[in-house]
Structure formats: C-alpha cells, structure tokens
C-alpha cells in the first residue's frame, strides 16, 4: 500500500514533442503529491507538486494531471528540450512529505530529449 | 528558495575506516532531516529520519549501529558511515524540512562515497 509505481521506466522524445510519465498509489490517505528532476551526480530539486482538490496543475512547460479516482498522476512536459534530458520520480506522501510524513518515491524515469 | 548543502560532495576511503558526511539548511531551521541512500540507476532510499535533539529513527533494514546519525542543532545533521566497506559505496543524499515553505522536503546536492 506505500508503493507508487511509476512509468515508463525510459523513454526518448524529440525536441519539440510532449514528454509523458504515469504514476499510480495505492494510500488513499497520500495528499501531497511532487515530482523531482534528478540529474547525473545531482540531489533530486522539485519540479512541480499537486494537491488532491485540483486535477491539474501547469508551471511553464510542466503540467500535472491528477485523477483522484483512478489514483493516478502524470507529469506532462511540453515542448522538450534536450535541457529536460534528466530522470524524473515521482513521489506520494500525507501532508507535505515534512516532519514524520515519508516521502515514498517511484522508481523514476530516465528522459532523453533527442535534439 | 531553501537551500541544503552536504560536504563532501565526494569521498574515498578505504575499507574499515569510518567516513562523516554533513547536512546543512543554510538559510532555514530544518526540525527534520532525512538521510536517502541511491545506487546507480535506482530510486531513493529512506534510510533514517531525525528530529532535532532526538534520536533518529532506522527504516526496516538499516543498521543504526553502521549509520550514525546525529541531529545536534537545526541546521546540522550528519552521516557517519562506521567500519565502511566496499558494499557502502553509494550516493548519499539528505533532505530538510522544516521553517520554510509549508514543511515539505528540500534535497541537498548529494555526497559520492567510494570504498576501496
């Protein structure tokens, strides 16, 4: 019940194009739901978040979409760029992943924007 | 936004020796740290969380006694790997919440631990 599953697990797009990245949860009690850029020898940064009362959220290029009763979230990124070639995880936790509240994180996605 | 630091950001020790990786929040209080571990290709790895002045709690399969973890002020926490041996070499990564935003996790740029 505390795995997110997360897909695919690599995935090549060409400049330009949308670049998409599923993740299911079992934990119906996770409310706080982020997605991470990881590059080579790099700390993981956030790169957007969602919270369960909104189905989507958009930052720039970045959108996600939330469906509650699916228990799925994707992150959608448009207009790739060769810059964005990095691996994404996505991640689940209750409240914001702070204190005692674990942040569990998928098993990530290895992007490659061909230019 | 907040940042997090860790020093080393690499280190080569040989095997037995015991190697100290520091976290710090620099421009925030973090009343809670967390150490992640990563291999090569993997996702993270909680490994323990610390509150600031208590001790630290080991996820299922840690051994506290191999990883010491010390959460003496609010902007310092360290990692200390005792006794290493070669199966220890990973990409060692903390992470701080606390005062700033609404809690949630910021990383630090991680430490590369090799043991030969």
């Known amino acids: 019940q505390q795995q997110v599953k997360q897909s695919p697990q690599s995935l090549i797009v060409q400049k330009g194009g949308i670049s998409i990245i599923n993740c299911a949860y079992e934990n119906t009690a996770f409310d706080y739901f982020p997605w991470y850029q990881q590059f080579p020898g790099k700390g993981p940064a956030l790169l957007i978040a969602i919270r369960p009362d909104v189905s989507e959220k958009k930052e720039g290029r970045f959108t996600i979409s939330f469906n509650k009763s699916a228990k799925q979230f994707s992150l959608h990124i448009m207009d790739s760029q060769p810059g964005d070639s990095a691996t994404y995880f996505c991640a689940a936790s209750r409240g914001y992943g702070g204190a005692t509240n674990k942040l569990i994180f998928g098993t990530g996605t290895l992007l490659a924007v061909q230019p | 936004g907040a940042v997090v630091s860790q020093h080393p950001s690499w280190v080569i020790c040989k095997s037995g020796t015991s190697v100290k990786i520091e976290c710090r929040s620099l421009?925030?209080?973090?009343?809670?740290m967390f150490w992640y571990r990563q291999f090569p290709k993997q996702s993270l790895m909680l490994m323990a969380t610390s509150n600031e002045g208590s001790k630290a709690t080991y996820e299922q399969g840690v051994e506290k006694d191999k990883f010491l973890i010390n959460h003496a002020s609010l902007t310092l926490s360290t990692l200390t790997v005792t006794s290493a041996h070669p199966e220890d070499s990973s990409f060692y990564i903390c992470?701080?919440?606390?005062?700033?935003?609404?809690?949630?996790?910021?990383f630090g740029p991680g430490t590369r631990l090799t043991v030969l």
């Open positions: 421009d925030f209080q973090a009343t809670t």
């Open positions: 992470s701080a919440a606390g005062t700033r935003g609404r809690g949630e996790q910021f």
